[in-house]
T-cell receptor, first 114, second 113 residues
Framework: KQEVTQIPAALSVPEGENLVLNCSFT??????LQWFRQDPGKGLTSLLLIQSSQREQTSGRLNASLDKSSGRSTLYIAASQPGDSATYLC?????????????FGTGTQLKVEL | DADVTQTPRNRITKTGKRIMLECSQTKGHDRMYWYRQDPGLGLRLIYYSFDVKDINKGEISDGYSVSRQAQAKFSLSLESAIPNQTALYFC????????????FGPGTRLTVL
């Protein structure tokens, strides 16, 4: 059974700091990995999607990497801002089972302080 | 306007009541999903649908049923709500291509007393 782990569970950093969020998964047979942002009381916003054949994706101050063989992904946030405060979730889409669902980690709660 | 909408956004109900949560999408996607989110457990898949009238169980379907009468709508029902169904429920959509991303609605917070 695929398990997705995110470390740390919570993180507090001062504004302007660069930071890395980690995601690990046990089954490397994946179609892709998706990073989401969740704000309190709101839904999930898709940040980046990395296909299994890709090594990284970039969007603005965000950069996500994927090392499928080791079962790891990182989300790098440059020059963090208070508006980045949210819970960040990673999810993998397995090849087994027809790729019909995402398996989620439990998230990293990020707080960026002034 | 939001691409994936859910109604209601919040609902408080009593044990034994029948509840229906609605999801609508304007993205034109074939696939629709229902997930629930519980603290410390992440999101788990309840049901999913590839097309109108197509229904598939996810990992935690017991106590739930769904209906897909139109491409744009996917409803989730709790036939007889129980307290451990208190959770945040999300609807999601996706294209037929398995390499594509999923898009989520804003969620429905359901409390069963």
């Amino acid at each position: 059974k695929q398990e997705v782990t995110q470390i740390p569970a919570a993180l507090s950093v001062p504004e302007g700091e660069n930071l890395v969020l980690n995601c690990s998964f046990t089954d490397s047979a994946i179609y892709n990995l998706q990073w989401f942002r969740q704000d309190p009381g709101k839904g999930l916003t898709s940040l980046l999607l990395i296909q299994s054949s890709q090594r990284e994706q970039t969007s603005g101050r965000l950069n996500a990497s994927l090392d499928k063989s080791s079962g790891r992904s990182t989300l790098y946030i440059a020059a963090s801002q208070p508006g980045d405060s949210a819970t960040y979730l990673c999810a993998v889409r397995l090849i087994t089972g027809g790729g019909n669902k995402l398996t989620f980690g439990t998230g990293t709660q990020l707080k960026v302080e002034l | 306007d939001a691409d994936v909408t859910q109604t209601p956004r919040n609902r408080i109900t009593k044990t034994g009541k029948r509840i229906m949560l609605e999801c609508s999408q304007t993205k034109g996607h074939d696939r629709m999903y229902w997930y629930r989110q519980d603290p410390g457990l992440g999101l788990r898949l309840i049901y999913y649908s590839f097309d109108v009238k197509d229904i598939n169980k996810g990992e935690i379907s017991d106590g739930y049923s769904v209906s897909r009468q139109a491409q744009a709508k996917f409803s989730l029902s709790l036939e007889s709500a129980i307290p451990n169904q208190t959770a945040l429920y999300f609807c999601a959509t996706g294209r037929r291509d398995r390499s594509s991303e999923q898009f989520f609605g804003p969620g429905t917070r359901l409390t069963v007393l």
